[in-house]
C-alpha cells in the first residue's frame, strides 16, 4: 500500500511539474502575477511529493521489502543498516529517484531563498527548471520506475555490489549529485535570463551562488570517489580517467569557468553571452555525464544501465534541452551587450583566460571520452583512450592555467600594468623555481613531475596568500594584518580555493612521482624493507563478517625497531553477492601513506604481498577539501546575504 | 552513481586488485620497470579500462607474460609493442596512436585553444577600448523611459 503511494506521489509530482513548467512561464509573458505566483507552491508540492516518494523507497529498503525488484536486486536482510539505506541510490532506478528529488530540492530552495527575485525572472526559473523535472520524471516513470513489484516475492535479496558496501561510497553519490544537479540552476537562470532578454548585474549576483553550491558539492563528491578508489580498488591509484570519471570531470571544469565568468558579469557587466553559454554547457555536461553512465554506449558491456531505450531517452532529453536552449542563445544573445570595456592587460582578460583553459581542458577531457565511438563510428577503428592521452593532452592546461593564476588574480579590473603587478611576485617565483631545482637534484634519474609540481604548488599557494595580504592596502605591518581579518570572505575564500589548487596540483605531482612499490611473496613470521620502514607478516587468519568471509593478515610496521602499525589487509569473499574483494590496510599519515595488500597464496605456502609508500596521498583529498571550503567562505559573502535582489534600476521594461 | 557503475565494472570485470603477481616479474630490475612501463600502456583486452599491469583477467596475465618474453629475447619497446598490437590490434594501445583521423584527437585541445584565443582576440578588437557609447538595449530602456 504504502509502496504505490510512494508510486503515487511520483506521477503527481510528474502532474505537478507540468503545470508548473507552463502556466508561470505564460503568467512572467503576460505579467499575470496570478498566473506567475502558481510557481512557487507548485515547486514546494513538488518537492514534497517526490521527499514523500524517496521516504517511502527508502523505507522498503529498511524494511527488506521483497516485493519490490530493487530492493530484491540490491539489497539483503544481512546487509549492514547503512548499506540497506544507501542501496536506495545504490541502483539505476534509485539513484534516478534521488536525482529528481534534489532537482526538486533546488526548485523548492529557489522559493525559500529567492523572496528578492524579481517576479518575473523567479517564475521563468522556476518553470525551466521544472521542465527538466517533468523529463526526468518521465524518463524515471517510463523506462526506470523504482517501484515495480514482484508477483512472486522472493524469500531474500542478492545483495548489492561489495564494492559498493563502503562509507566513501555510501554518501558519494548524493554529494554528487547535489553538484550536478544543481547546475540545472544556472541553466534554468541563463534560460530564463535569455527570455527575458536581460543579463545584469543582479542575475549574475543570484545565479553565482548556484553555481557556488553545485561546484562545492561536485568538489566534494569527486574527491570522495577518488578517495574510494584509492582505498577500496587495491593499488592505490586515485584517478583513471575512465568514461564514469570524466563525465563528473569535465561539469566540475565548466563549473569553475562558469563561477570565475559569473565574477565578470557582477563586477563590470561584461562577458555577458559567454557566461550564459557557460551556464548552459555546465548543464549540458551533466546531462551528458548522465547519458554516458546511463546508456552504457561508452562504457562498453559492464555498465548495469545498459538499456537501448534509456539510452535514447536521455539522448533526447539532452537534444531537446541542449538543443532548445542553444538556439534560444543564437537568437538572443546579441541582445546582452556588455556594459564594461577592459584593457587587453586587466583582471577581465586574466579571467577571459582562466576560462578559455578551463573550456579547452573540458573539451579535451569530452573528445578524449567520445573518440572510441566517434572511430568506431565513423573511421571503423576500434581503438581505447586511457590514462597516458589524458595525462598528456590534459596536463599541459592545467600548468598554463597554475602558471597564470597568481598573476592573474592580483591583475586589477578594467586596465592594469603588468610589471607592476608582477613586482610583488618576483621573489615568489624565484622562490618556486629554487625549491624545485632542489627537488630535483635531491631526487636522482625520475621524472620531471616532481619538481614542476612543487613549484607550481609554491606558486599558486603563495600567489593565493601574496594576493589576500595585497588587498590589506599599505601601511604598518600590524596594522595591515589587522585588516587581514577584516577582509570580506569572498576575499578569503577566493585565496582559500586557490591554495587549495596548489595543494592538489602539489599532491597530485607527489603521489605520481614519488611513490614507492614493493611486490613480493612472504612467508608467514618473514619481514622485508619498505623504504625505512621493516614489515613483518605475522600471521593470516580467517575471520567471518556479516554478508562475508575474509582471509586477514596481520602485518606489523616497524621503525628502528619502533612499531609504527598493526595493519590488516583483508582479501573478502561476499557469499550472497558471491563476489571477492581486497581491502587494502592503509596508515594514514601526514607526509606519507602505508598501503598493504595482502594477495593470494602460493605454491609454496607464501603470500602475495604488495606495499606501498604513498607520499603526501591526504594532502590531495585536503586539497579538494580545502578548494570547496574556499567556495563555502565566498557562498557566506555579505553581499550574497544582503539585498542579493536588489537590482540597481526599479524593475523596469525588460527588452522583450 | 558514476563509481557505483565503475565499480560494478570492475567487479564485472575483475576480481578486484591483484595484478602483477610475484611470480612474473624479472630478476634484472632495468627490464622489469621497463616492463612494467610498457604495461601501463597496454590495455587489458576484456576489461573495462583497465591496463594489463592492474587488471586480474587471465589475458593480461598473458599479456604481461609476453611482454616480458620480448624484452628478455631483446626487443626494444617499440618493437614489444608492435608485437602485441600486430596481434590485438590498436585497441589495447590506451595511447592511440597518432596517425591518420587520431591526429584530430591530438590537436583538438590545442586547436579550440587556438580558436579561442582568436576569438577572444577579434571580439576585443572589435569592442574597442574605451568606446562608451550606448548600447541598444540601454537605447531601447531610454526611448522606453522619455516617452513616459
Given at each position: 500500500?504504502?509502496?504505490?503511494?510512494?508510486?503515487?506521489?511520483?506521477?503527481?509530482?510528474?502532474?505537478?511539474?507540468v503545470?508548473?513548467?507552463?502556466?508561470?512561464?505564460?503568467?512572467?509573458q503576460?505579467?499575470?502575477?496570478?498566473?506567475?505566483?502558481?510557481?512557487?507552491?507548485?515547486?514546494?508540492?513538488?518537492?514534497?511529493?517526490?521527499?514523500f516518494?524517496?521516504?517511502?523507497?527508502?523505507?522498503?529498503?529498511?524494511?527488506?521489502?521483497?516485493?519490490?525488484?530493487v530492493?530484491?536486486?540490491?539489497?539483503?536482510?544481512?546487509?549492514?543498516?547503512?548499506?540497506?539505506?544507501?542501496?536506495?541510490?545504490?541502483?539505476?532506478?534509485?539513484?534516478?529517484?534521488?536525482?529528481?528529488?534534489?532537482?526538486?530540492?533546488?526548485?523548492?530552495?529557489?522559493?525559500?531563498?529567492?523572496?528578492?527575485?524579481?517576479?518575473?525572472?523567479?517564475?521563468?526559473?522556476?518553470?525551466?527548471?521544472a521542465?527538466?523535472a517533468?523529463?526526468?520524471?518521465?524518463?524515471?516513470?517510463?523506462?526506470?520506475?523504482?517501484?515495480?513489484?514482484?508477483?512472486?516475492?522472493?524469500?531474500?535479496?542478492?545483495?548489492?555490489?561489495?564494492?559498493?558496501q563502503?562509507p566513501?561510497?555510501?554518501?558519494?553519490?548524493?554529494?554528487?549529485?547535489?553538484?550536478?544537479v544543481?547546475?540545472?540552476?544556472?541553466?534554468?537562470?541563463?534560460?530564463?535570463?535569455?527570455?527575458?532578454?536581460?543579463?545584469?548585474?543582479?542575475?549574475?549576483?543570484?545565479?553565482?551562488?548556484?553555481?557556488?553550491?553545485?561546484w562545492?558539492?561536485?568538489?566534494?563528491?569527486?574527491?570522495?570517489?577518488s578517495?574510494?578508489?584509492?582505498?577500496?580498488?587495491?593499488?592505490?591509484?586515485?584517478?583513471?580517467?575512465?568514461?564514469?570519471?570524466?563525465?563528473?570531470?569535465?561539469?566540475?571544469?565548466?563549473?569553475?569557468?562558469?563561477?570565475?565568468s559569473?565574477?565578470?558579469?557582477?563586477?563590470?557587466?561584461?562577458l555577458?553571452?559567454?557566461?550564459?553559454?557557460?551556464?548552459?554547457?555546465?548543464?549540458?555536461?551533466?546531462?551528458?555525464?548522465?547519458?554516458?553512465?546511463?546508456?552504457?554506449?561508452?562504457?562498453?558491456?559492464?555498465?548495469?544501465?545498459?538499456?537501448?531505450?534509456?539510452?535514447?531517452?536521455?539522448?533526447?532529453?539532452?537534444?531537446?534541452?541542449m538543443?532548445?536552449?542553444?538556439?534560444?542563445?543564437?537568437?538572443?544573445?546579441?541582445?546582452?551587450?556588455?556594459?564594461?570595456?577592459?584593457?587587453?592587460?586587466?583582471?577581465?582578460?586574466?579571467?577571459?583566460?582562466?576560462?578559455?583553459?578551463l573550456?579547452?581542458a573540458?573539451?579535451?577531457?569530452?573528445?578524449?571520452?567520445?573518440?572510441?565511438?566517434?572511430?568506431?563510428?565513423?573511421?571503423?577503428?576500434?581503438?581505447?583512450?586511457?590514462?597516458?592521452?589524458f595525462?598528456?593532452?590534459?596536463?599541459?592546461?592545467?600548468?598554463?592555467?597554475?602558471?597564470?593564476?597568481?598573476?592573474?588574480?592580483?591583475?586589477?579590473?578594467?586596465?592594469?600594468?603588468?610589471?607592476?603587478?608582477?613586482?610583488?611576485?618576483?621573489?615568489?617565483?624565484?622562490?618556486?623555481i629554487?625549491?624545485?631545482?632542489l627537488?630535483?637534484?635531491?631526487?636522482?634519474?625520475?621524472?620531471?613531475?616532481?619538481?614542476?609540481?612543487?613549484?607550481?604548488?609554491?606558486?599558486?599557494?603563495?600567489?593565493?596568500?601574496?594576493?589576500?595580504?595585497?588587498?590589506?592596502?599599505?601601511?604598518?605591518?600590524?596594522?595591515?594584518?589587522?585588516?587581514?581579518?577584516?577582509?570580506?570572505?569572498?576575499?578569503?575564500?577566493?585565496?582559500?580555493?586557490?591554495?587549495?589548487?596548489?595543494?592538489?596540483?602539489?599532491?597530485?605531482?607527489?603521489?605520481?612521482?614519488?611513490?614507492?612499490?614493493?611486490?613480493?611473496?612472504?612467508?608467514?613470521?618473514?619481514?622485508?624493507?619498505?623504504?625505512?620502514?621493516t614489515?613483518?607478516?605475522?600471521?593470516?587468519?580467517?575471520?567471518?563478517?556479516?554478508?562475508?568471509?575474509?582471509?586477514?593478515?596481520?602485518?606489523?610496521?616497524?621503525?628502528?625497531?619502533?612499531?609504527?602499525?598493526?595493519?590488516?589487509?583483508?582479501?573478502r569473499?561476499?557469499?550472497?553477492?558471491?563476489?571477492?574483494?581486497?581491502?587494502?590496510?592503509?596508515?594514514?599519515?601526514?607526509?606519507?601513506?602505508?598501503?598493504?595488500?595482502?594477495?593470494d597464496?602460493?605454491?609454496?605456502?607464501?603470500?602475495?604481498?604488495?606495499?606501498?609508500?604513498?607520499?603526501?596521498?591526504?594532502?590531495?583529498?585536503?586539497?579538494?577539501?580545502?578548494?570547496?571550503?574556499?567556495?563555502?567562505?565566498?557562498?557566506?559573502?555579505?553581499?550574497?546575504?544582503?539585498?542579493?535582489?536588489?537590482?540597481?534600476?526599479?524593475?523596469?521594461?525588460?527588452?522583450? | 552513481?558514476?563509481?557505483?557503475?565503475?565499480?560494478?565494472?570492475?567487479?564485472?570485470a575483475?576480481?578486484?586488485?591483484?595484478?602483477?603477481?610475484p611470480?612474473?616479474?624479472?630478476a634484472?630490475?632495468?627490464?622489469?620497470?621497463r616492463?612494467?612501463?610498457?604495461?601501463?600502456?597496454?590495455?587489458?583486452?576484456?576489461?573495462?579500462?583497465?591496463?594489463?599491469?592492474?587488471?586480474?583477467?587471465?589475458?593480461?596475465?598473458?599479456?604481461?607474460?609476453?611482454i616480458?618474453?620480448?624484452?628478455?629475447?631483446?626487443?626494444?619497446?617499440?618493437?614489444?609493442?608492435?608485437?602485441?598490437?600486430?596481434?590485438?590490434?590498436e585497441?589495447?594501445?590506451?595511447?592511440?596512436?597518432?596517425?591518420?583521423?587520431?591526429?584530430?584527437?591530438?590537436?583538438?585541445?590545442?586547436?579550440?585553444?587556438?580558436?579561442?584565443?582568436?576569438?577572444?582576440?577579434?571580439?576585443?578588437?572589435?569592442?574597442?577600448?574605451?568606446?562608451?557609447?550606448?548600447?541598444?538595449?540601454?537605447?531601447?530602456?531610454?526611448?522606453?523611459?522619455?516617452?513616459?
Amino acid at each position: 500500500m504504502l509502496v504505490e503511494l510512494g508510486h503515487f506521489a511520483l506521477i503527481l509530482a510528474l502532474c505537478v511539474a507540468v503545470v508548473q513548467s507552463i502556466v508561470p512561464l505564460i503568467g512572467a509573458q503576460r505579467r499575470d502575477a496570478a498566473w506567475m505566483a502558481v510557481a512557487a507552491p507548485a515547486a514546494i508540492a513538488q518537492f514534497l511529493l517526490i521527499a514523500f516518494s524517496f521516504g517511502v523507497l527508502t523505507w522498503a529498503f529498511v524494511a527488506s521489502d521483497f516485493s519490490l525488484k530493487v530492493v530484491v536486486e540490491n539489497s539483503h536482510t544481512l546487509k549492514p543498516m547503512l548499506y540497506k539505506v544507501s542501496g536506495v541510490w545504490g541502483n539505476h532506478e534509485g539513484s534516478l529517484l534521488l536525482w529528481v528529488l534534489i532537482l526538486s530540492l533546488y526548485g523548492a530552495c529557489a522559493v525559500w531563498f529567492g523572496d528578492a527575485l524579481p517576479p518575473q525572472l523567479r517564475a521563468r526559473v522556476l518553470s525551466v527548471q521544472a521542465m527538466v523535472a517533468v523529463a526526468f520524471l518521465l524518463f524515471m516513470l517510463l523506462t526506470s520506475n523504482p517501484f515495480l513489484r514482484l508477483e512472486i516475492p522472493p524469500l531474500n535479496g542478492q545483495d548489492m555490489n561489495p564494492l559498493l558496501q563502503d562509507p566513501g561510497l555510501a554518501f558519494h553519490p548524493p554529494f554528487l549529485y547535489l553538484g550536478y544537479v544543481g547546475l540545472s540552476m544556472s541553466f534554468s537562470f541563463a534560460v530564463a535570463a535569455l527570455i527575458e532578454g536581460r543579463v545584469d548585474a543582479a542575475w549574475a549576483r543570484w545565479v553565482r551562488p548556484w553555481t557556488l553550491v553545485s561546484w562545492v558539492f561536485l568538489t566534494i563528491g569527486i574527491a570522495m570517489g577518488s578517495w574510494w578508489a584509492y582505498y577500496e580498488l587495491g593499488w592505490g591509484g586515485f584517478w583513471f580517467w575512465d568514461p564514469v570519471e570524466n563525465a563528473s570531470f569535465m561539469p566540475w571544469l565548466i563549473a569553475g569557468a562558469l563561477l570565475h565568468s559569473a565574477t565578470v558579469v557582477e563586477r563590470r557587466e561584461t562577458l555577458k553571452s559567454w557566461t550564459i553559454l557557460l551556464a548552459i554547457l555546465a548543464f549540458g555536461f551533466s546531462l551528458i555525464g548522465t547519458f554516458i553512465v546511463r546508456s552504457g554506449v561508452i562504457t562498453s558491456v559492464h555498465a548495469f544501465a545498459n538499456d537501448p531505450d534509456r539510452g535514447k531517452f536521455i539522448l533526447a532529453i539532452l537534444a531537446v534541452f541542449m538543443g532548445g536552449a542553444l538556439t534560444l542563445f543564437a537568437a538572443r544573445a546579441s541582445a546582452m551587450e556588455s556594459k564594461g570595456v577592459f584593457a587587453l592587460v586587466s583582471r577581465e582578460s586574466a579571467l577571459v583566460a582562466n576560462n578559455l583553459l578551463l573550456a579547452v581542458a573540458a573539451f579535451v577531457v569530452f573528445v578524449g571520452t567520445i573518440w572510441p565511438l566517434v572511430a568506431e563510428l565513423f573511421f571503423n577503428r576500434k581503438l581505447s583512450v586511457g590514462q597516458p592521452f589524458f595525462d598528456a593532452a590534459f596536463s599541459p592546461f592545467m600548468v598554463g592555467l597554475a602558471t597564470l593564476l597568481p598573476f592573474g588574480a592580483m591583475l586589477p579590473w578594467k586596465r592594469g600594468d603588468a610589471a607592476r603587478t608582477l613586482r610583488p611576485l618576483w621573489p615568489l617565483a624565484l622562490l618556486s623555481i629554487a625549491c624545485g631545482a632542489l627537488v630535483w637534484s635531491m631526487q636522482t634519474g625520475r621524472s620531471a613531475l616532481g619538481p614542476v609540481g612543487v613549484i607550481l604548488a609554491l606558486w599558486v599557494i603563495g600567489g593565493a596568500w601574496l594576493d589576500l595580504f595585497a588587498r590589506t592596502g599599505r601601511g604598518p605591518l600590524a596594522q595591515r594584518l589587522s585588516r587581514l581579518t577584516r577582509l570580506p570572505r569572498a576575499d578569503w575564500g577566493k585565496a582559500t580555493a586557490h591554495a587549495g589548487v596548489g595543494v592538489t596540483i602539489f599532491a597530485v605531482a607527489a603521489m605520481l612521482s614519488w611513490k614507492t612499490e614493493d611486490i613480493r611473496v612472504l612467508q608467514k613470521g618473514e619481514s622485508f624493507p619498505l623504504g625505512p620502514y621493516t614489515i613483518t607478516l605475522q600471521d593470516v587468519r580467517d575471520v567471518a563478517g556479516p554478508n562475508y568471509t575474509s582471509t586477514m593478515a596481520d602485518m606489523l610496521v616497524t621503525k628502528d625497531g619502533a612499531t609504527v602499525a598493526l595493519l590488516n589487509p583483508e582479501k573478502r569473499f561476499y557469499t550472497i553477492a558471491r563476489m571477492p574483494t581486497t581491502e587494502a590496510a592503509i596508515d594514514f599519515g601526514l607526509w606519507r601513506d602505508l598501503y598493504l595488500v595482502i594477495g593470494d597464496p602460493q605454491d609454496n605456502g607464501g603470500w602475495a604481498v604488495r606495499s606501498y609508500i604513498e607520499p603526501f596521498a591526504n594532502w590531495l583529498w585536503a586539497g579538494a577539501l580545502i578548494m570547496a571550503l574556499g567556495g563555502l567562505l565566498s557562498l557566506s559573502d555579505r553581499r550574497y546575504r544582503v539585498a542579493a535582489g536588489a537590482r540597481r534600476t526599479p524593475q523596469g521594461v525588460p527588452a522583450e | 552513481m558514476k563509481r557505483l557503475i565503475l565499480a560494478a565494472a570492475f567487479a564485472a570485470a575483475t576480481a578486484p586488485a591483484f595484478a602483477v603477481q610475484p611470480s612474473e616479474m624479472l630478476a634484472d630490475p632495468a627490464l622489469e620497470a621497463r616492463a612494467r612501463d610498457l604495461s601501463k600502456e597496454l590495455r587489458c583486452p576484456v576489461c573495462q579500462n583497465e591496463n594489463i599491469d592492474d587488471s586480474d583477467a587471465q589475458i593480461a596475465k598473458t599479456l604481461r607474460e609476453v611482454i616480458r618474453a620480448r624484452l628478455v629475447a631483446g626487443d626494444t619497446n617499440e618493437q614489444v609493442m608492435a608485437f602485441v598490437t600486430d596481434r590485438f590490434g590498436e585497441f589495447v594501445l590506451l595511447k592511440p596512436a597518432t596517425s591518420g583521423w587520431n591526429l584530430l584527437l591530438w590537436a583538438a585541445g590545442p586547436l579550440m585553444l587556438l580558436g579561442g584565443v582568436a576569438v577572444a582576440v577579434t571580439t576585443f578588437r572589435r569592442k574597442g577600448h574605451g568606446d562608451v557609447s550606448l548600447s541598444s538595449e540601454d537605447e531601447a530602456r531610454l526611448a522606453e523611459l522619455l516617452k513616459d
